[in-house]
């Protein structure tokens, strides 16, 4: 295998669902992040934020939200939100997945808002 075709098979996109063999479409979309600043991203550029199940990954999201909300995602963005805890402080903000998704402008998602 030359050089080339090494890189070749490593840039191909990875187009695989991971967790959805063990879990249903509303496992891994655990529930919408509805803030003021999510709030607005739905106004303005039709994008919205869910938690999602920790073993699911952007395939899986797309998939998900293809399903239950019968739109078809423009792109899926997965952020890991880390742990904050305080030494001193009763309040702490456990760690998740965040993924942030992308829909057409003719597309709406009915977030319980």
């Avoid at 952007?58 to 030494?87: E, F, H, Q, W």
Wanted: some cysteine; proline content about 4%; aromatic content about 6%.
């Amino acid at each position: 295998m030359t050089f080339t075709q090494i890189l070749q098979k490593r840039a191909k996109k990875q187009t695989a669902v991971k967790a959805l063999n063990t879990l249903t479409p509303h496992d891994i979309l655990l529930a919408p992040i509805v803030t003021e600043k999510t709030y607005k991203q739905q106004e303005i550029a039709n994008v919205y934020a869910f938690k999602v199940h920790n073993d699911a990954n952007r395939n899986d999201v797309k998939v998900a939200i293809a399903t239950l909300y019968k739109v078809s995602p423009l792109s899926v963005r997965i952020v890991c939100v880390p742990y904050k805890g305080r030494m001193q402080r009763k309040l702490v903000r456990r760690a998740y997945k965040k993924a942030i998704i992308t829909l057409d402008k003719k597309d709406k998602i009915e977030v319980g808002v």
